[in-house]
C-alpha cells in the first residue's frame, strides 16, 4: 500500500511538473525579448544599427506582429537583415500570409536584405510539391523593395558588404551533415571583401570556420531555435538536425577576430516547445574602431535584453 501511494505521489508530482512546463512553453513563445550585441571593427566608418531576424516560422506577437513591429521601429534601425525561414514549408504545405504582412509592416522603415533559410529552398526546390510559392515570395520580396540575396551580395553604406549564402541539402542532413569548407561558399559567392565590413547571411551555424576562413567579419545564423529547451550550464538541448547540445545553438563566437551571432529565432514549427529559451529580436550595433560604447572600447560585447 505505501509503495502504491508512494508512487502514485510521483506520478502526480511528475504531471504537475510537466503540466507547469507546458504553461509555461506556451507563454515563451508569445513573448519575445529584445537582445543586443555590440561589435568593433576599423572597416567601419560610423556606428550602424542593425536588426536580425530569424526563424519567424508564421509566428505572430500580437495582430499582424504588430508587437514585433513596433520594436523594430523603436530600435530605429539602419538596416533589418532577414535570416530566413519566415514560413514553414512542410509537407506540401506552406503559406506566405505572414511573412507578407511583416514585410508591409517593415516597408519604408530602412534598407531590408532577406537571405533563405532551408524552408526557402525548400519552395524552390521542390516545385512539383509547392507550386510556384517561391516565385510568389521573390515577386513579394521585389514588390516590398527588398533585397534578395541568393548567392550574391550588396554594398550598403559604402564601407558594408552583405551577402547571402544558399546552403546546399546536404550540409543540413540529420546527425551527421557533410563539412563544409570555404571554397565552397567562395564558388558560390566569390572571394569576400577585405575592405568593406564583410556580413554573411549563412542560415545554420555549423560552419562558423568556414564562414571566418572565407572572410566573413560577421556571420549571422539562426535554424537550431536555440536549442528549444536550454538548461543552465548545458545551453540547448536539440536542433532540428538532431544533435544535442551544441555550443553554438544560441550566442556570439569568434574566430581570430572574425564573429558568429547566431539568434535563438522567433518562432518553432516541429517542435512547437521553447523552455528556458524565450524568442529572441536581435538587434547589432556595429561602431568603428576607437568608438566608445557607454564609456567602454570594445570588440565585442553582450548587452541586456528588453522583454515583451
Known amino acids: 500500500m505505501q509503495t ?8 502526480a508530482a511528475l ?22 550585441v555590440e561589435i568593433v571593427s576599423k ?29 523594430i521601429r523603436q530600435m530605429r534601425p539602419d538596416a533589418v537583415l532577414i535570416g530566413g525561414d519566415m ?11 505572414v511573412t507578407k504582412r511583416l514585410l508591409q509592416g517593415l516597408a519604408g522603415l530602412c534598407p531590408i536584405f532577406y537571405g533563405n533559410g532551408n524552408h526557402e529552398q525548400r519552395l524552390g526546390r521542390r516545385v512539383q510539391e509547392y507550386g510556384d510559392l517561391y516565385q510568389q515570395l521573390c515577386r513579394m520580396l521585389k514588390q516590398y523593395g527588398v533585397c534578395h540575396l541568393k548567392d550574391c551580395s550588396a554594398v550598403f553604406r559604402d564601407d558594408i558588404r552583405i551577402s547571402g549564402l544558399d546552403i546546399e541539402r546536404r550540409f543540413y542532413k ?20 577585405q575592405e568593406r565590413f564583410q556580413i554573411l547571411l549563412a542560415h545554420s551555424p555549423l560552419f562558423h570556420h568556414a564562414y571566418a576562413q572565407w572572410g566573413a567579419d560577421l556571420a ?58 524565450k524568442p529572441q529580436l536581435l538587434v547589432i550595433r556595429l561602431m568603428p574602431e576607437g568608438g566608445k560604447i557607454r564609456g567602454q572600447t570594445l570588440s565585442y560585447r553582450q548587452t541586456g535584453n528588453r522583454d515583451f
Open 174 to 193: 540529420d546527425f551527421v551533415p557533410d563539412q563544409m569548407e570555404p571554397e565552397y561558399i567562395r564558388n558560390r559567392l566569390g572571394d569576400a571583401d
Open 220 to 277: 549571422l545564423a539562426g535554424h537550431f531555435h536555440g536549442g528549444t529547451i536550454r538548461l543552465p550550464f548545458l545551453g540547448g538541448v536539440m536542433t532540428p538536425q538532431y544533435q544535442f547540445f551544441l555550443s553554438c545553438c544560441a550566442g556570439t563566437f569568434e574566430k581570430n577576430q572574425r564573429y558568429m551571432v547566431v539568434s535563438r529565432g522567433l518562432g518553432t514549427h516541429s517542435v512547437n516547445i521553447r523552455f528556458c529559451n
Open 15 to 36: 504531471a504537475a511538473a510537466a503540466a507547469a512546463g507546458l504553461v509555461r512553453s506556451a507563454y515563451e513563445r508569445n513573448h519575445f525579448v529584445t537582445e543586443e
Open 4 to 11: 502504491y501511494t508512494r508512487a502514485a505521489a510521483v506520478g
Open 43 to 71: 572597416k567601419l566608418r560610423e556606428p550602424v544599427t542593425l536588426v536580425f531576424l530569424a526563424d519567424l516560422h508564421d509566428k505572430e506577437f500580437g495582430p499582424d506582429n504588430e508587437a514585433l513591429l513596433a520594436a
Open 87 to 97: 514560413m514553414v514549408a512542410k509537407e506540401g504545405k506552406a503559406r506566405l500570409e
